[in-house]
């Protein structure tokens, strides 16, 4: 049954406070939102000045990041005891729009959540780029971050010391393509910001982390080139722990879900005291991408590759408030195929 209850002014600023504290790719926080004119229906859209044309030629890492302000935006409106009901590219006619979220009445006593402390998490989880201690990451808590995928959509496949070492294979293959190609080193300094700048998007120099003394991680460089900002070497975990997220579909809705459910895990796993890093880079050139799919799995299509463990917390990230786009007209449309 609809209310016609609309939600109130400060409960929609703390979903668009939710919102907003989802992880994107370089911190390029590629959303914006209207309410419509009665107040229940929340419209996520996409800033097409927000991508990363070399990176992300098709917008599947800003749907990725757009789905997980989404789950935020859900995770929000039950904190607050509103139903959620979530259309995913509702409307054919506006491929901007990439998700609306109806708060169809606020949450009968017995649909009210378990607390499995996931709202609180959301502030509290920051990605960590620093090396990990290496202690092991309990089967329960990896259970529950396979689960929270599968609920969302998705798949989290964790692999054995074999596995790992083939993807860790692949994604130092795709770092060192990217070094090597001096566009894309551009287009990702273009969102590395110096102490002191006056912008909320972008990653902040304070943020980024060192590289694996052993060349064992291949985490992002995101300042190759600049010795400056280059910082010292520190031995990474030897057993890295890395878990694949893929789908079973590569259409933008796939990626939504995706997106939706990486955030469930990385929240399942900040829940639990578990620090986590995003390592995109082999899904940012076809081959490797592809490579990266399970053996033998002939739907099985990467999205994104999460390293987790025990370890010091991420730096904090700034964010732009999430604003309401007012007016009746809906946002620029974000024209890209797919
Ligand atoms: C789709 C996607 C891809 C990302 N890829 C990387 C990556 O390759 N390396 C990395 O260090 N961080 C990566 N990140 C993390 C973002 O840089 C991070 O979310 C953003 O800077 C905001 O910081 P926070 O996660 O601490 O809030 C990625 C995030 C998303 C959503």
């Known amino acids: 049954m609809r209310t016609?209850?609309?939600?109130?002014?400060?409960?929609v600023e703390s979903l668009l406070a939710a919102a907003v504290a989802a992880p994107s790719i370089h911190n390029t926080q590629p959303w914006r939102f209207r309410l419509d004119p009665d107040g229940q229906v929340l419209e996520v859209h996409s800033v097409p000045a927000r991508t990363l044309p070399l990176a992300d030629p098709v917008h599947r890492a800003q749907y990725l990041s757009v789905g997980a302000a989404v789950f935020n935006?859900?995770?929000?409106?039950?904190?607050?005891?509103?139903?959620?009901?979530?259309?995913?590219?509702?409307?054919?006619?506006?491929?901007?729009?990439?998700?609306t979220v109806r708060l169809t009445g606020p949450l009968a006593a017995d649909e009210q959540p378990r607390d499995l402390g996931l709202h609180e998490a959301i502030t509290q989880r920051h990605t960590s780029r620093m090396p990990f201690t290496g202690r092991p990451v309990p089967e329960p808590?990896?259970?529950?971050?396979?689960?929270?995928?599968?609920?969302?959509?998705a798949r989290l496949y964790v692999p054995d010391i074999t596995g790992t070492r083939r993807l860790l294979r692949l994604t130092a293959a795709a770092e060192a393509r990217n070094h090597a190609d001096p566009d894309r080193v551009a287009e990702t300094l273009a969102w590395i910001k110096a102490p002191g700048a006056n912008t909320p998007y972008g990653i902040p120099v304070t943020a980024l982390g060192p590289p694996d003394a052993a060349a064992?991680?291949?985490?992002?460089?995101?300042?190759?080139?600049?010795?400056?900002?280059?910082?010292?070497?520190?031995?990474f975990e030897r057993h890295?722990?890395?878990?694949?997220?893929?789908?079973?579909?590569?259409?933008?809705?796939?990626?939504?879900?995706?997106?939706?459910?990486?955030?469930y895990v990385l929240l399942t796993a900040t829940a639990r005291g578990v620090r986590t890093s995003l390592l995109h880079q082999p899904m940012e050139w076809f081959d490797l991408r592809t490579?990266?799919?399970?053996p033998g799995h002939r739907r099985c299509h990467p999205q994104v590759l999460i390293r987790f463990g025990y370890g010091p917390d991420g730096a904090r990230t700034p964010r732009a408030a999430g604003r309401i786009a007012t007016g009746s007209t809906a946002p620029a449309t974000d024209t890209s195929r797919n």
Do not use: K, N, S
Request: hydrophobic content about 50%.
């Open 4 to 11: 016609q209850v609309p939600v109130d002014a400060a409960t």
């Open 73 to 99: 935006l859900r995770l929000a409106a039950v904190h607050h005891g509103w139903r959620p009901e979530v259309r995913l590219l509702p409307d054919p006619y506006r491929p901007g729009l990439l998700a």
């Open 141 to 153: 808590i990896v259970a529950e971050m396979t689960a929270a995928a599968h609920a969302a959509g």
């Open 216 to 235: 064992r991680v291949p985490m992002r460089g995101f300042t190759p080139g600049l010795a400056a900002l280059r910082r010292p070497a520190l031995w």
């Open 240 to 263: 890295v722990q890395l878990a694949l997220l893929w789908t079973g579909h590569d259409r933008r809705e796939d990626w939504l879900r995706a997106g939706q459910a990486l955030q």
């Open 291 to 294: 490579a990266m799919a399970l």
